[in-house]
């Protein structure tokens, strides 16, 4: 059986970090392009940041870019996304995806909470 389980969320104040995991299980993604989307209370979910299975090639949104980096450990099926200076419309539900290309996102975890007080 597929999972995806991520951690790492949590509340921090405006302008801290952190930094979520997700973690593959039941089949290899290596060769699956992995990423994390978020949905806020009231919104809809929004695709923040992808990386493909060899690292080379990386999406993210205008609203996280030079403040997110989506990184991966194929090794371990594994993939990070560090968040630095974090905003209040940074929080919402976090939700780690894996599929064989952006679009097609086949597999997700159930989510980490993150919340960003002012």
């Known amino acids: 059986q597929v999972q995806l389980v991520e951690s790492g969320g949590g509340l921090v104040q405006a302008g801290g970090s952190l930094r979520l995991s997700c973690v593959a299980s039941g089949r290899t993604f290596s060769r699956f392009f992995m990423g994390w989307s978020r949905q806020a209370p009231g919104k809809e979910r929004e695709f923040v940041a992808h990386i493909s299975w060899t690292g080379g090639s990386r999406y993210y949104a205008d609203s996280v870019k030079g403040r997110f980096t989506i990184s991966r450990e194929s090794a371990k099926n594994t993939v990070y996304l560090q968040m630095n200076n974090l905003k209040p419309e940074d929080t919402a539900v976090y939700y780690c995806?894996?599929?064989?290309?952006?679009?097609?996102?086949?597999?997700w975890g159930h989510g980490t909470q993150v919340t960003v007080s002012a």
């Open positions: 995806a894996a599929g064989p290309s952006p679009g097609s996102w086949n597999h």
